[in-house]
């Protein structure tokens, strides 16, 4: 079935500091959601890709939609304490019906102050 | 954005016990979705829950197991049967989309933290 790899799954860094992180497939998606959850809370979603090169920000957030389908990036700018949490990439599963969500393993970030 | 409410937030339960969770949405859709997400992993689908049909299970759950009634187009319930240790998780459900729309957005409950001792 379709699957979403994440990277990294986990990152340490400094306040302030910029974020990257990707998510890529063997097959091709059609849209791209990308999700943050909070300690004991449910994901939240922060962006929705729709079109192939699409970038979109929100915030200090942009994420991308691959010109090929089959990745997505996420970056975070001027990073702060609150960024802090596990970020999702997730598509819609065509294979099993168009509302059913595939998620990637996640990155957890961490940030020192 | 939806307003998603789930209840109860967190509950520690015994084993051999059952625990129902519930969730109301704030529009009517014809997809509810209910998730399980196992410390430290990522989300899993455990069942599709459509307004007047039976519940849709993934691979590897089963309906005698997490039991799920759909009564109308804005609440749902999944139970957890005869718990054991291996069931604590967070469930979370998940709205489908509303009919007046075309997009994707798809919004989370803010989750039930279940702990089975």
């Known amino acids: 079935g379709q699957q979403l790899n994440q990277s990294p799954q986990s990152m340490f860094i400094q306040e302030g500091e910029d974020v990257s992180m990707n998510c890529t497939s063997s097959s091709i998606f059609n849209t791209w959601l990308w999700y943050k959850q909070d300690p004991g809370e449910g994901p939240v979603l922060l962006i929705a890709l729709y079109k192939a090169g699409e970038l979109t920000s929100n915030g200090r957030l942009t994420a991308q939609f691959g010109i090929t389908r089959k990745d997505s990036f996420l970056n975070i700018s001027a990073s702060i304490p609150s960024d802090v949490g596990i970020y999702f990439c997730a598509g819609p599963s065509f294979i099993q019906g168009a509302q059913k969500l595939v998620f990637g393993q996640g990155t957890r970030l961490t940030i020192n102050p | 954005s939806a307003v998603i409410s789930q209840k109860p937030s967190r509950d520690i339960c015994q084993r051999g016990t059952s625990l129902t969770i519930q969730c109301q949405v704030d529009?009517?859709?014809?997809?509810m979705f209910w998730y399980r997400q196992q410390p430290g992993q990522s989300l899993t689908l455990i069942a599709t829950?459509?307004?007047?049909?039976?519940?849709?299970?993934e691979s590897g759950f089963v309906i005698d197991k997490f039991p799920i009634s759909r009564p109308n187009l804005t609440f749902s319930t999944l139970t957890v049967s005869n718990m054991s240790p291996e069931d604590s998780s967070i469930y979370l459900c998940r709205r489908g989309r509303t009919g007046a729309t075309c997009s994707y957005e798809q919004y989370f409950g803010p989750g039930t933290r279940l702990t089975v001792t």
């Open positions: 829950a459509n307004q007047g049909s039976e519940a849709t299970y």
């Open positions: 529009s009517q859709v014809t997809m």
